[in-house]
């Protein structure tokens, strides 16, 4: 979950070096760090450790950090880069080293001091003793490589040759970028846009290292020749384009990511998603759909709109659970939701995944690691996400899943239409945003807050839920309304606030729920997609009641995203928080 940058150059790349660390901010971090001839590291934000940075700081060759804890607390020492005891090697790691106690143990015996709590600084003392013993880097990297157990990307700088950079990626995110005056290594491209638009995708246990005109790259001891790919980036995605916050700017673009995908993936009142993947999809006798987080949330929601209109059984997993469930069916096609492609969760389920013929990747990011491993990756159309709370491609991911349902059934036209009026729906939602910052004040002292719902509207609460903790830091829980007298009711008192959901009339019966928790006096506020003539009410216009997921969720992202605003939180970057999850 940390973020890597390492460039080399004909020229002083002090100043390219901290911009993408900058752009590699939305990702979440706790401390940051550079070196560039010396080494300047901190707790805190970019813009600290600029304050650390003077004229006489300059190189052609260096690496920045920008550090998500694992091992260790928050602090200057533990951040990174290292330098190795010997003052051999600069090392930048994102992962997690699982042996990292054993090899320590080793160093240590050799005479090895270590003064961080990391793994990562082994990993750079590893090096340092094989290069005291035979003085080549690169043997040095291989054997090191050969010792390591867990997940890594690495920059490395070997001292002794202080123009190149060593690397090697395996099970986290890294990537090279390729220009005429230098090149560079990175772990996430979108934060590197203003560098090059060119790029090699590595895949996992390759390595090498570069310089400022070649590029060297090994596999198995051999050196490989991989072709670039020229990516087309939009830079105007990765500034907020007059908006206060990247996350108020992302929930605005929901109706542009609705046209989007009916761009990509319609054509003459057509779905166009790839036929065989489609009847794979009907000839199987059930459907696996892996997420975290929202991606998880997301999928719930695709569970109950495929199995309510193609019956057809869908099974949902937690990736992060998933070698812990029993009774898989492995012959299924399994579909993986992930807006980076780098959640290491889905890596971790896809190695344990049998047939991996039938895995199919939804991902923003065609050029990731999950993309690349899939045997088809589609395109989430929702383009680069930069607030850490994901709105966009949760709205990508729910849209996508109900398109299968209806293609499965040739119910192409309605879909179409469907998403057509959603577009309508939201943009009132974004053109009436008075009324849901009125209902923020309303909730934003909360110590707790609960919402209400049944049926699937509980399953939108369980990410409008989520959102609120994530951007505003108020606990809250989402509850079905039916449940609420067999024990959370315990939790209701005089002066909680609790937000109740109804879409369908089917769904009514949480009136009754409602009432019990008003007789507790708990402050309570509805919103519906028609109007029940009660107090304290928001009104939602929808038309067919498999898009509510769809048209409601802004309300609710907008919501969150006031009360965070309320609170004076750091809204595109919360706290503990990271983008893009690439670390158990």
């Not at 390729?178 to 895949?203: A, G, M, P, Q, R």
Request: with cysteine.
């Amino acid at each position: 979950m940390c973020g890597i940058i390492g460039i080399t150059s004909k020229n002083n790349i002090k100043f390219d070096l901290i911009k993408c660390l900058k752009n590699l901010e939305y990702r979440g971090y706790d401390s940051v760090g550079i070196y560039l001839n010396k080494l300047i590291k901190t707790k805190g934000r970019v813009s600290d450790l600029e304050k650390l940075i003077d004229d006489s700081i300059n190189s052609s060759c260096g690496l920045g950090h920008s550090r998500w804890a694992t091992h260790g607390i928050v602090n200057n020492v533990n951040a990174h880069p290292f330098i190795s005891y010997n003052q051999k090697f600069v090392l930048v790691h994102n992962g997690i080293i699982t042996n990292y106690l054993e090899i320590k143990e080793n160093l240590l015996i050799k005479g090895y001091k270590f003064y961080s709590d990391t793994d990562s600084e082994v990993v750079c003392n590893l090096l340092d003793c094989y290069y005291l013993k035979y003085h080549d880097a690169f043997k040095s990297l291989k054997l090191t490589l050969n010792n390591l157990e867990g997940s890594y990307a690495l920059g490395i700088i070997n001292l002794d040759e202080p123009n190149k950079i060593y690397f090697a990626k395996k099970d986290s995110p890294l990537v090279i970028g390729k220009s005429s005056n230098f090149n560079f290594i990175v772990s996430d491209i979108n934060s590197s846009y203003f560098l090059t638009n060119e790029f090699i995708i590595l895949n996992d246990k390759e390595y090498g290292y570069l310089d400022s005109d070649n590029i060297h790259i090994y596999l198995k001891d051999k050196e490989i020749l991989k072709n670039s790919i020229t990516l087309n980036l939009d830079n105007k995605e990765i500034t907020k384009d007059g908006f206060e916050h990247f996350m108020l700017k992302e929930i605005h673009e929901e109706p542009k990511v609705l046209k989007n995908i009916l761009d990509k993936y319609t054509l003459n009142n057509k779905i166009c998603l790839d036929p065989l993947f489609i009847k794979e999809l009907i000839n199987a006798d059930e459907i696996n759909i892996l997420g975290c987080g929202t991606s998880y949330h997301a999928a719930l929601i695709g569970k109950e709109i495929i199995e309510k209109i193609t019956m057809k059984k869908v099974n949902v997993y937690l990736a992060s659970e998933f070698s812990n469930v029993n009774l898989i069916n492995y012959n299924s096609p399994f579909i993986f939701l992930s807006q980076s492609g780098e959640t290491i969760d889905l890596k971790i389920a896809y190695n344990n995944i049998k047939n991996k013929d039938k895995i199919y990747t939804f991902t923003n990011v065609l050029t990731s690691s999950l993309a690349q491993l899939a045997n088809k990756a589609f395109d989430l159309c929702s383009g680069i996400e930069i607030a850490v709370a994901s709105t966009k491609a949760y709205i990508s991911e729910v849209t996508l899943l109900i398109m299968i349902a209806y293609k499965m059934i040739n119910k192409d036209e309605i879909f179409i239409n469907e998403i057509y009026n959603c577009i309508n729906s939201i943009n009132k939602t974004l053109n009436t945003k008075e009324s849901i910052y009125e209902l923020a004040t309303k909730i934003k002292d909360s110590t707790s807050l609960f919402f209400l719902g049944r049926g699937m509207d509980h399953l939108i609460n369980l990410e409008n839920s989520l959102k609120l903790k994530e951007v505003s830091y108020i606990h809250s829980e989402a509850f079905y309304g039916g449940e609420l007298k067999h024990g959370s009711i315990a939790l209701i008192s005089k002066g909680i606030n609790v937000i109740g959901l109804i879409t369908n009339e089917k769904y009514l019966t949480l009136l009754s729920n409602i009432k019990e928790v008003e007789s507790r006096h708990a402050n309570v506020n509805l919103i519906s997609t028609s109007n029940l003539n009660i107090n304290s009410q928001y009104v939602i216009e929808c038309n067919n009641e498999l898009f509510t997921p769809i048209i409601v969720s802004p309300f609710f992202q907008l919501l969150s995203y006031y009360c965070a605003k309320l609170n004076n939180r750091d809204i595109d970057k919360p706290r503990n928080l990271a983008k893009s999850c690439t670390v158990e």
